[in-house]
């Protein structure tokens, strides 16, 4: 009895191992399977995520989503993107309608542990900031006392701006909106005195406003807002997958690995330029993917550094500096894991 009974907890013990290794591939079969991956992103945000008249979606978060199908398909393109409100972005994340959320969301505790959800690497280091029109000469957002500031419900922007006001003991009126084109749109036509949201989406919100120039975003920062890719629990793979395919384009721009170059690359005598591209070992395998997983992305939409250059950088009219996003032996600190 008690060998039958051993016998049919080892053998349960290997059906459960099954079915936990059938349910980790199960969001990359599915990808597979409809032939395409379903991103959900911002509905739209300059140098993140903007779609133009003929439904074409570009944008630093756009590369991200652009990556992992590249790295999935070798087709950047096999994509439908899905704009998400804040209200609804980590809905469609729980319920599958997305399989990975890339969205300026911010990294906190309580979204990793409370809503079924994993994060994977920052992507993007960002903190709140104010703008206010150049007229109010208001050189620091602790002079905004009894200020109306419009701000977008739902979000960690909304908390920060009350921490703000409450730790340094200043009157405000805090005027919410649901989403962000509202909230920009009230602060426009004068509602409100200020509008507070992440710094790098102040510089993209100036862009839509009457007068640009008449405004200004202050130098103050009240939070760290950490931004990253979200997918659903209970898929190790998946995130896994999510993860190292961020990694890989930081890593990449960090070994100088670039669109333009990277058939030279290819012949490299470096150990980890030629692990990152699968000339050596074959670390795709353990996400699902073929050993040149990398080389497709770069391929395709280039390294962390380009595409940074390309959406967001000093030469596009948002014209952000690396900054805190620089490489970390470059002043900055973003900073990814070996490939090996």
Known sequence: MMKKTLAVLVM????????????????????KQRGALHCGTNPGLAGFAVANDKGQWTGFDIAFCRAISAAIFDDPNKIKFLPLTAKDRFTAVQSGEVDVLIRNTTYTMSRDTT????????????????IVRSSLDVKSAKELESASVCVQQGTTTELNLADFFRSHNIKYEPVTYQSAVEAVKAYDSGRCDAFTTDASALYAERLRLTTPDDHVVLSDIISKEP??????????????????TTNALINAEELGVTKANIDEQLKSQNPEVRRLLGVEGNFGEGIGLPADWVVRMIRHVGNYGEIFAQNLGVDTPLKIERGLNNQWNNGGILYAPPIR
């Open 12 to 31: 349960g013990a290997i059906a459960g191992a099954a079915g936990v290794s059938a349910s980790s591939a199960a969001t990359l079969d599915q990808v």
């Open 115 to 130: 809503l079924g959800l994993n994060f994977g690497p920052v992507n993007y280091y960002d903190g709140q900031g104010f």
């Open 227 to 244: 931004f990253a890719p979200v997918v659903r629990q209970g898929d190790d793979q998946w995130l896994d997958l999510v993860t190292w």
